[in-house]
């Protein structure tokens, strides 16, 4: 016996252990095997963002399973590969356990999060619609800076370097263009700052999942607070 033999790990149980056959995902989600919409639809129900954007259904869950599976609404943007997960305070959020029929769960939850495509194709339109003067870009900014340093002192930033444009596509003055332009910074890092011994440094990438879901949500509720304003 090695050492190896010794060592026992935990089990978890998780509904997508075993394979499924072709046959078997036919039958529990056609649609993804479907060449085009359901001819009982019409083009009305076909949803589309400006900005190289489509909306996501976002699928999160632990690693070893011991927590639920969480479905989310999200926006990907195409054009950095980048996506905008929305707070759970403006769309509902669907939890599904790891027990009975999960996969059925799942799938249904997915469902429900689609069904919220349209209303927020809606939010975006309000979004694009808010244009921002120049110190209101920066309070933005700034506020924003306020979610990832919650203490000023620590940030070593001036918020106008969370508007710097990196690509074309990024041009514009709408609180949606602002929001993408300051959630990239915030989230992929890379802007200079000064750190706490006076050191110039690069403001790193956000690397946990659960930080970076966080701050998107508060950078959506900010941008909501906004358009209400």
């Excluded at 033999?5 to 995902?25: C, H, K, R, V």
Aim: contains cysteine; aromatic residues 6%; charged residues 30%.
């Amino acid at each position: 016996m090695n050492a190896r033999d010794e060592i026992s790990f935990p089990s978890y149980a998780n509904a997508f252990d075993q394979g499924l056959t072709l046959e078997a995902l036919r039958g529990r989600v056609p649609a993804v095997f479907a060449s085009g919409a359901d001819e009982r639809l019409s083009d009305m129900e076909t949803v589309q963002l400006r900005g190289y954007s489509l909306p996501e259904v976002v699928l999160l869950n632990s690693h070893d399973g011991t927590s639920r599976y969480e479905l989310r609404l999200g926006i990907f943007r195409l054009v950095c590969s980048n996506g905008l997960i929305v707070s759970r305070g403006a769309f509902p959020a669907y939890c599904v356990a790891h027990r009975g029929k999960v996969v059925d769960e799942v799938v249904a939850s997915a469902l429900k999060v689609s069904e919220q495509f349209e209303r927020l194709a809606a939010q975006v339109e309000r979004m694009e619609a808010r244009r921002l003067t120049r110190d209101e870009q920066v309070h933005f900014a700034e506020r924003a800076i306020a979610l990832r340093f919650p203490d000023p002192t620590r940030s070593g930033m001036h918020p106008s370097q969370l508007l710097t444009v990196r690509r074309p596509e990024d041009l514009g003055d709408d609180l949606y263009t602002i929001t993408n332009r300051v959630q990239e910074h915030l989230c992929r890092g890379g802007a200079n700052r000064r750190a706490a011994d006076g050191r110039l440094t690069r403001m790193r990438r956000i690397t946990s999942i659960k930080r970076e879901i966080e701050l998107n949500s508060q950078l959506w509720d900010l941008a909501t607070e906004v358009i209400a304003a």
